[in-house]
């Protein structure tokens, strides 16, 4: 059992490295954005709860939020979490719209390059950031920027210095208010 959850994770490992080589970087100006989604997961027992929070840009005024409930599916592994939060995070963002997306999690800061943030962010084909409270060890060189308490990193369709940028106005008590708020949300605090 153990030697094929190995080769399970040892095939999932390949093809993040594929698909990172599938994550555009690109600059973003951050006077065309006016809507940012923020997601964030909670947990409890083996139900995940996926919260969104939409805000203006840069005031960070709340345009929205809502959250969906889960199953888990696939238990916590370090640098696989990808595999754990896609679903959830999936269904809270279906239909709605937004200019950037802010991801609980890492993009390229991740040692195959491909983390949660790049693949929501290919998934949904929008510029996705991700944010993260500590940096993975083995993540590339120069894949992140620590802003206050944040990590930020690219996810997709963003280059870190326009990830950074939009980043900023966003701080508040050293973490971007978006995502604190979509982490109050998920663990059924209100807004």
């Known amino acids: 059992m153990v030697a094929e959850l190995q080769e399970k994770l040892e095939r999932i490992a390949a093809a ?7 994550v555009v ?7 065309s954005v006016q809507v940012v989604a923020a997601v964030d997961v909670s947990y409890r027992e083996n139900r ?7 805000c203006t840009f840069p005031d960070c005024e709340v345009l929205g939020s809502k959250t969906a409930m889960v199953d888990v599916t696939f238990p916590y592994i370090p640098t696989y979490f990808f595999l754990r939060e896609t679903r959830p995070v999936l269904l809270v963002l ?6 950037v997306l ?9 040692p195959r390059g491909y983390g949660l943030a790049s693949h929501i962010g290919l998934l ?38 326009s990830a950074v940028r939009i980043i900023e106005p966003l701080l ?17 605090e209100t807004l």
């Open 124 to 161: 949904v084909g929008r510029p996705a950031i991700g944010v993260a409270k500590g940096p993975l060890r083995g993540a590339p060189e120069g894949s992140f920027r620590r802003m206050g308490k944040a990590y930020v990193s690219v996810g997709h369709l963003i280059d870190l210095e």
């Open 16 to 22: 993040q490295m594929k698909l990172a080589g599938r």
């Open 48 to 54: 995940a709860r996926a919260a969104l929070v939409l």
């Open 94 to 99: 279906r239909g709605e719209e937004f200019d």
């Open 172 to 188: 508040e008590g050293g973490y971007p208010k978006p995502l604190r708020l979509a982490d109050r949300l998920s663990k059924r």
């Open 25 to 31: 970087e690109r600059p973003v100006d951050p006077d």
């Open 102 to 110: 802010l991801v609980e999690g890492h993009g390229r800061a991740h």
